[in-house]
């Protein structure tokens, strides 16, 4: 997902280094205000973590095989500030020294994959965790959903800023972008979940600290604003060329306010299925949700067959 | 694997031409002014492309690079560019669009790998601690270039440990096996992290 | 001239387990003792009280006392500029991403600038038989090399005691003998926790046996470790290189 140099126009390029500067700013004063003294080697340690973490191999099929973005588990194991901290100086170090990311375009992927992926991450795992509990499996299965979410809330700001660079269609490329990368969030779903039960087996005493919502819920509430604003920022302009569908969908779950309106009669009396047949976004927008309740499924499945394995071995000893 | 693994990881090749003297943040601002350069060249701009090329190959030329490392790293990071860019082909009449990202991207490439070849990471690492960045994500920065390697070797330590003792070349037992070797370095690394904070401590830093 | 004073320290883990037991002991100016004892004696233990890094809050009447300073709130930051310790893991202490900057970390600390800095640098590297070495990698440096230039980094603050946590336990025999000799050269007092009773008997002339966190002997070297009662019973053994010697 990381976006080289040469692919986003300078004004995209700009409002998203622009962006996540804000972000990172934010997570850098959270960290400092709220992270002990004896922690703050961790957040290096943890990022030449995930560098080395991200070149495992988990096959997949043919010759081909997935990988571990982190940005969830480090969400996870450190709080999102320090996650924040620590994938951006993964994606620094990846621009500089492997050009994995170009350098203008360095702002978006650190906004994408640092700033956006860990935020959603940790907004996703908070909330599941307080309606789920904090039993082993619920922090899991909190982890996994939160992993996938996490993946493709990056995809799709990942290709608001190819679209609104004008290099592909908008139309085309979140489809093809969210589509593709709804199937590659379960692999790092169950990647993260699979490690994370690993560490939170060797360290219990881990399980009471993670997802501990650092400082108020103000805090919390700022990390989700931050995602909300990258998504949007993107999306929104792009939403005002599709008059149609997109505005209507915009209209009726409220976030009108940031899409630019164009004068069009109310769409309240369509049925769905003319909608459907009449706004492509429509059924974009029931995959999605159809995706959304697959990749719940598998990581409730998961996080089910990982602690009743746990449970079930304990006798044999 | 390991050898490349290694090239890849340190592409700075030793030298004092120079192009090795200047210092770092001029190096940088070069780049950074480059690259922003390419990314603004019009479309079919192909004279000015080329001349950017000649120009990079003469910098190479006298810092007294070896050519062949860096075709070798710009071919390896090639791969990265082209799934990006194929992308651009979705589009109808895409073509001219995919040979510009193309030619665009792999300069700026280019320019990337020149720089790190003549400029060490740490003192790139100055640069940013001179240019007021935040001390925690300098830190962060020096911490995790520091250990990436310590970290990397440790890990393919636990792999082939692990492999010893893999009998069946089932996907899920590769799946799990991976998993174990993460987290067990993930446990490993914060346990060490602890020590690093002593060690710190211990020659007085205050943080 | 007494270096280092030891009266009445114990320290108790956070899990309850007693692993110092009211040890007494000192050190002399330039002095080089070893510490020798089981694993889990304590050994580590002790070298993290002797700069201040445990107990995790220093106690109001000072129970260790560095170059006439108690080890107090108040001058830990002295106190680890005169106590230089050696983790056993080099790449737990070589956390920088040069050689340069790591043996500079310590003296930047101290307010050091250059061209004292520099200077300052290349010094403390060609005392432990690094020079030209500052430009290097950690990664790229063998053990030995490693470990040498931690050392390059103590004296660096011009450190008056050095603690060393089993600094031969992973080197190779040449790594080694570079080490022993580098030791016996440094003027500055040392207090080498070990397993290496060879390297114990060639350098150092006192030893103090620590076991279950008490010290159960404290004299001269040749003394303890040519007792072979005392050994076995603390989980040790009469070096080789006593075994074959030849009775005066």
């Given at each position: 997902m990381h976006i080289p140099d040469g692919f986003l126009d300078l004004r995209t390029a700009a409002t998203a280094a622009a962006l996540a500067v804000a972000g990172l700013a934010y997570a850098l004063r959270d960290v400092k205000r709220s992270l002990p003294p004896r922690r703050v080697p961790l957040i290096g340690l943890a990022a030449a973590f995930v560098f080395a973490a991200q070149m495992l191999n988990f096959p997949v099929a043919a010759g081909t095989s997935g990988h571990l973005i982190g940005a969830a588990l480090a969400s996870v194991l450190l709080g999102p500030g320090a996650a924040v901290v620590a994938m951006t100086a993964v994606l620094v170090l990846q621009a500089l020294m492997f050009a994995d990311g170009g350098i203008t375009a360095l702002g978006a992927n650190v906004l994408n994959m640092a700033v956006v992926a860990p935020a959603v991450a940790f907004g996703v795992f908070a909330a599941l965790r307080r309606l789920l509990g904090r039993s082993l499996r619920a922090t899991l299965l909190a982890a996994g959903f939160a992993a996938w979410c996490s993946i493709v809330a990056a995809a799709v700001a990942c290709a608001a800023q190819l679209a609104a660079s004008g290099i592909v269609d908008w139309g085309t490329v979140l489809p093809a972008m969210a589509g593709v990368h709804m199937v590659i969030g379960l692999g790092e779903a169950v990647i993260t979940m699979l490690i994370l039960a690993v560490v939170l087996r060797a360290r219990p005493e881990l399980l009471d600290e993670v997802g501990r919502v650092p400082g108020t819920a103000g805090v919390t509430a700022a990390y989700g604003l931050m995602a909300s604003v990258a998504l949007v920022a993107f999306v929104a302009p792009l939403a005002s060329s599709r008059p149609d569908g997109l505005e209507y969908v915009a209209e009726r779950f409220g976030f009108a306010g940031f899409a630019t309106v164009a004068a069009e009669p109310p769409l309240a009396d369509y049925s769905v299925a003319a909608l459907a047949s009449q706004s492509p976004w429509l059924s974009t927008a029931v995959a999605g949700g159809i995706g959304t309740l697959i990749a719940f499924g598998v990581a409730w499945l998961v996080a089910r067959a990982l602690t009743t394995a746990g449970q079930s071995a304990a006798p044999h000893r | 694997m390991a050898a490349l693994r290694d090239r890849l990881l340190s592409p700075y090749q030793h030298g004092s031409s120079p192009v090795h003297r200047l210092p770092a943040a001029l190096k940088f601002a070069a780049a950074l002014a480059c690259i922003v350069l390419i990314v603004l060249l019009p479309r079919g701009a192909w004279l000015a492309h080329g001349m950017i090329a000649t120009g990079l190959a003469t910098i190479a030329l006298v810092a007294g690079s070896n050519l062949r490392q860096l075709a070798i790293r710009l071919l390896l990071l090639e791969p990265f560019v082209i799934s990006v860019a194929l992308l651009a082909l979705l589009r109808p009449g895409g073509w001219p669009l995919f040979l510009s990202i193309m030619a665009k991207s792999t300069l700026c490439l280019a320019a990337m790998v020149l720089l790190t070849a003549t400029t060490r990471f740490s003192d790139l690492l100055g640069v940013l601690w001179r240019a007021r960045v935040p001390a925690l994500l300098v830190t962060t920065l020096a911490l995790m270039y520091r250990y990436l390697f310590v970290l990397v070797e440790e890990m393919e330590r636990m792999r082939r440990a692990r492999r010893s003792r893999t009998f069946t070349a089932g996907r899920g037992t590769v799946w799990r096996g991976s998993a174990q070797v993460a987290g067990q370095l993930f446990v490993r690394t914060s346990e060490r992290a602890e020590r690093v904070y002593l060690a710190m401590c211990a020659r007085g830093w205050k943080s | 001239m007494t270096l280092l004073g030891v009266q009445g320290l114990s320290y108790r883990y956070p899990d309850g387990h007693m692993a110092l037991r009211d040890l007494r002991f000192t050190l002399a100016e330039g002095e080089r003792v070893a510490l020798i004892g089981p694993n889990g004696a304590g050994k580590s233990t002790l070298l993290l009280h002797l700069n201040g890094l445990l107990p995790d809050r220093p106690p109001e009447v000072p129970v260790v006392t560095v170059d006439g300073l108690g080890i107090i709130e108040t001058n830990l930051g002295e106190v680890r500029r005169?106590?230089?310790?050696?983790?056993?893991?080099?790449?737990?202490?070589?956390?920088?991403?040069?050689?340069?900057?790591?043996?500079?970390?310590?003296?930047?600390?101290?307010?050091?600038?250059?061209?004292?800095?520099?200077?300052?640098?290349?010094?403390?590297?060609?005392?432990?038989?690094?020079?030209?070495?500052?430009?290097?990698?950690?990664?790229?440096?063998?053990?030995?090399?490693?470990?040498?230039?931690?050392?390059?980094?103590?004296?660096?603050?011009?450190?008056?005691?050095?603690?060393?946590?089993?600094?031969?336990?992973?080197?190779?025999?040449?790594?080694?003998?570079?080490?022993?000799?580098?030791?016996?050269?440094?003027?500055?007092?040392?207090?080498?926790?070990?397993?290496?009773?060879?390297?114990?008997?060639?350098?150092?002339?006192?030893?103090?046996?620590?076991?279950?966190?008490?010290?159960?002997?404290?004299?001269?070297?040749?003394?303890?470790?040519?007792?072979?009662?005392?050994?076995?019973?603390?989980?040790?053994?009469?070096?080789?290189?006593?075994?074959?010697?030849?009775?005066?």
């Open positions: - | - | 005169r106590v230089g310790l050696l983790f056993q893991d080099p790449d737990d202490q070589l956390f920088c991403p040069t050689v340069w900057e790591d043996v500079a970390f310590g003296p930047q600390q101290l307010g050091v600038v250059e061209p004292r800095l520099s200077e300052l640098v290349v010094e403390s590297l060609a005392k432990v038989g690094l020079r030209g070495f500052e430009q290097r990698l950690p990664h790229h440096l063998s053990r030995g090399e490693k470990r040498r230039v931690c050392l390059a980094g103590l004296l660096a603050c011009e450190a008056r005691l050095l603690a060393l946590d089993e600094p031969t336990s992973d080197l190779d025999p040449r790594g080694r003998r570079e080490l022993m000799l580098l030791l016996t050269r440094l003027p500055v007092a040392q207090l080498i926790a070990t397993h290496d009773l060879e390297f114990v008997v060639e350098i150092c002339p006192r030893t103090i046996v620590l076991d279950g966190g008490q010290i159960v002997a404290d004299g001269p070297t040749l003394q303890l470790l040519d007792n072979e009662p005392l050994m076995l019973a603390h989980g040790l053994e009469r070096p080789h290189i006593l075994r074959h010697r030849h009775p005066h």
